[in-house]
């Protein structure tokens, strides 16, 4: 008989199991990172033989908890406003959760439907959490290939990053997860590093990628949508400018819409947390209610050293 392919997952599950774990955050130290356990078979089937096209694909990056299902969809509504005006009623994704229309790369191929991403229309939209120096060369080189990485202050991450997890851990305190932070375990390696990583690959090379900050697209997220369809290439023409479509797209991503559809209200995602874990509060500053002044001093600090000489502040 001829032997079956096996998934990444049976394929490297010795190898995960091998490696040094820390339960609490279900994470496994892999190339000098904790890294959440579920997504390495991914990153190291992506990193072996990621295959990028040489017209075009689109990565959106971040350390999780950033908002990456916000960025998703308004790159989704931009790249498909062809087909799909933003104002109307039969936009996918006002009955598909972001996260069903642009695949998580090492979620999905952990999972073993790695294939729906070899499947998805030219300029292929997709998303990962690895961290920059992590990227297989074949994505970190290729010219036709993006990157848009989106990031937010860095305590917010924390913050947004302990509600989640919770749904799984309920025990979770919140300095658990503010601890091991500082210490660098987080659920994509250490926060400051996946930021640095990311900004250090835009200042070397701003055509390839676009770095957006959160708090940035709150506060004025027409003029991010017309950054994201310029540096993908597909700018917004004055007759669409005229149309009002950039505030279309703004108002169809928006977290009041997207919270308030049924899919995301009931929908229930993969990895086992539900669409509406996704839409939370939608807030900057919400650190303020959670950290006592010792843990901001604490963290800033730490932040504040690992950024020096980046040019990058929060
Ligand atoms: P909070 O937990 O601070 O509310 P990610 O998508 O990377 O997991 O990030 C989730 C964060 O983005 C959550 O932050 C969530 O509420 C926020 N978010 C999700 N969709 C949003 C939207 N359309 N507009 C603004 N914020 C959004």
Redesign the pocket.
Same mark, same amino acid.
């Given at each position: 008989a001829m032997a079956q392919r096996s998934s990444p997952e049976e394929e490297y599950a010795g190898v995960v199991s091998s490696l040094p774990s820390y339960p609490k955050l279900r994470l496994r130290h892999y190339q000098g990172m904790w890294l959440m356990e579920y997504t390495l078979p991914g990153i190291m089937a992506i990193q072996r033989s990621f295959v990028p096209r040489r017209h075009g694909d689109v990565v959106l990056a %971040?350390p999780?908890?950033?908002?990456?299902?916000?960025l998703k969809?308004l790159a989704f509504a931009v790249l498909a406003r062809g087909a799909y005006s933003p104002a109307s009623d039969r936009h996918p994704l006002l009955r598909l959760n972001p996260h069903d229309c642009v695949p998580f790369m090492e979620g999905a191929i952990s999972e073993g439907w790695g294939g729906k991403i070899d499947e998805l229309p030219s300029p292929r939209l997709m998303s990962t959490h690895m961290q920059h120096a992590a990227l297989p060369k074949s994505i970190a080189d290729e010219p036709g290939c993006k990157v848009v990485y989106i990031c937010r202050e860095p305590k917010?991450i924390l913050? %947004?990053a302990w509600?989640?997890f919770r749904i799984i851990e309920p025990d979770l305190s919140f300095q658990e997860v503010f601890e091991a932070a500082c210490d660098g375990k987080f659920l994509t390696g250490a926060i400051w590093d996946h930021i640095i990583g990311y900004w250090n690959a835009c200042k070397a090379n701003p055509e390839k990628v676009l770095f957006l900050v959160y708090e940035d697209l709150?506060r004025d997220p027409a003029n991010i949508v017309r950054k994201l369809a310029d540096f993908l290439g597909q700018p917004f023409s004055s007759t669409e400018e005229e149309a009002g479509l950039v505030t279309d797209i703004v108002r169809l991503?928006?977290?009041e819409n997207?919270k308030s559809l049924e899919v995301n209200k009931m929908g229930e995602a993969s990895f086992a947390f539900p669409n509406a874990s996704?839409?939370?509060?939608?807030?900057a500053g919400?650190w303020k209610i959670h950290m006592t002044p010792e843990m901001v001093e604490c963290f800033d600090t730490i932040v504040k050293e690992k950024m020096h000489g980046s040019g990058l502040v929060f």
């Amino acid at each position: 008989a001829m032997a079956q392919r096996s998934s990444p997952e049976e394929e490297y599950a010795g190898v995960v199991s091998s490696l040094p774990s820390y339960p609490k955050l279900r994470l496994r130290h892999y190339q000098g990172m904790w890294l959440m356990e579920y997504t390495l078979p991914g990153i190291m089937a992506i990193q072996r033989s990621f295959v990028p096209r040489r017209h075009g694909d689109v990565v959106l990056a %971040s350390p999780g908890k950033c908002g990456t299902t916000w960025l998703k969809a308004l790159a989704f509504a931009v790249l498909a406003r062809g087909a799909y005006s933003p104002a109307s009623d039969r936009h996918p994704l006002l009955r598909l959760n972001p996260h069903d229309c642009v695949p998580f790369m090492e979620g999905a191929i952990s999972e073993g439907w790695g294939g729906k991403i070899d499947e998805l229309p030219s300029p292929r939209l997709m998303s990962t959490h690895m961290q920059h120096a992590a990227l297989p060369k074949s994505i970190a080189d290729e010219p036709g290939c993006k990157v848009v990485y989106i990031c937010r202050e860095p305590k917010d991450i924390l913050v %947004s990053a302990w509600h989640f997890f919770r749904i799984i851990e309920p025990d979770l305190s919140f300095q658990e997860v503010f601890e091991a932070a500082c210490d660098g375990k987080f659920l994509t390696g250490a926060i400051w590093d996946h930021i640095i990583g990311y900004w250090n690959a835009c200042k070397a090379n701003p055509e390839k990628v676009l770095f957006l900050v959160y708090e940035d697209l709150l506060r004025d997220p027409a003029n991010i949508v017309r950054k994201l369809a310029d540096f993908l290439g597909q700018p917004f023409s004055s007759t669409e400018e005229e149309a009002g479509l950039v505030t279309d797209i703004v108002r169809l991503c928006s977290f009041e819409n997207l919270k308030s559809l049924e899919v995301n209200k009931m929908g229930e995602a993969s990895f086992a947390f539900p669409n509406a874990s996704y839409f939370r509060k939608g807030k900057a500053g919400d650190w303020k209610i959670h950290m006592t002044p010792e843990m901001v001093e604490c963290f800033d600090t730490i932040v504040k050293e690992k950024m020096h000489g980046s040019g990058l502040v929060f």
